[in-house]
């Protein structure tokens, strides 16, 4: 017997649902921004394996989506363990659906909140599921310039020190968005803590660089930056042959003893 129903969850919920039931492949087809950024951050919160998602968008949304470092790092883990695999197409003219091997839904939003509806219908799962798959196997790699956070988190802590890792997964979850309309980039995040815990800026830009953060240029470039705006300050540190080096510090050596809480917010007011 098949019949249709309208689910009364929101879409976090319903991947959640969907991760805990489903071990085959999911395909997700033209999921709107909120979506997407949804599906990503539910698969990073799902507790155990989940099963291999397969998206098929526009070329439009996952340059809007994946604007947000935190998203996008989320997003480019979930790649590496080869557990969502995003593909774009010029154009896709449909409302967006969810396809596994027994059910379709349709996501429809309602006065800005989404509404899921769901068939069973076996012949129409096939004819969908089919239809789709195809279209995602001919559609184009999306491509993430933006390396894994768990790579990011562990380099830093490697190579920067405990403490200064620590201060950016603080700084991160303080600041929730990090996108181009933020008024501090993770660049500038990484200098931050840096200059908190005093570490040269020769190690964290070749860190930087190394892991695929930004080349050592731009750290330069975002560490004058933020000299201008007098948040911080530089001294130099002799070294047996060359140049000296340069130390990150606070121009205000109060902020040393500052909370992220308290730090985020001078940051946020200099920066701006």
């Keep these: 017997m098949t019949h249709a129903e309208l689910l009364d ?43 291999e998602l397969r998206v098929l968008t526009d070329e439009q949304t996952p340059g809007s989506v994946f604007d947000d470092f935190i998203i996008a790092s989320h997003a480019a883990d979930l790649i590496d363990r080869e557990q969502l695999q995003p593909r774009s197409a010029p154009e896709i003219a449909r409302n967006s659906l969810l396809i596994t091997t027994d059910r379709i839904i349709p996501l429809v939003e309602i006065n800005g909140e989404i509404t899921s509806l769901q068939s069973d219908d076996s012949e129409l799962v096939d004819r969908a599921r089919e239809t789709f798959m195809s279209e995602w196997e001919g559609a184009d790699e999306v491509t993430l310039r933006t390396p894994p956070l768990s790579e990011i988190r562990e380099t830093l802590r490697e190579d920067i020190g405990d403490e200064t890792a620590d201060d950016f997964d603080e700084f991160l979850e303080a600041t929730e968005t990090v996108d181009s309309e933020s008024p501090l980039d993770e660049v500038a995040i990484s200098l931050i803590v840096a200059a908190k815990n005093r570490v040269l800026l020769y190690d964290i830009s070749k860190w930087g660089e190394d892991v695929g953060l930004a080349s050592k240029a731009t750290f330069s470039r975002t560490k004058t930056h933020l000299e201008d705006t007098g948040l ?15 130390r990150l510090r606070f121009a205000d050596e109060d902020l040393h003893d500052a909370s992220i809480g308290e730090l985020l917010e001078r940051a946020r007011s200099q920066t701006a």
């Design 9 to 51: 969850h929101d879409v976090a919920e319903l991947f959640q649902e969907l991760f805990e039931t489903t071990t085959e492949p999911i395909l997700i087809v033209n999921p709107s921004h909120a979506e997407l950024e949804s599906l990503i951050v539910s698969a990073i919160e799902f507790d155990g394996e989940g099963p």
């Design 232 to 246: 911080i300050d530089t001294e130099k540190v002799p070294i047996d042959v060359g140049r000296p080096r340069l």
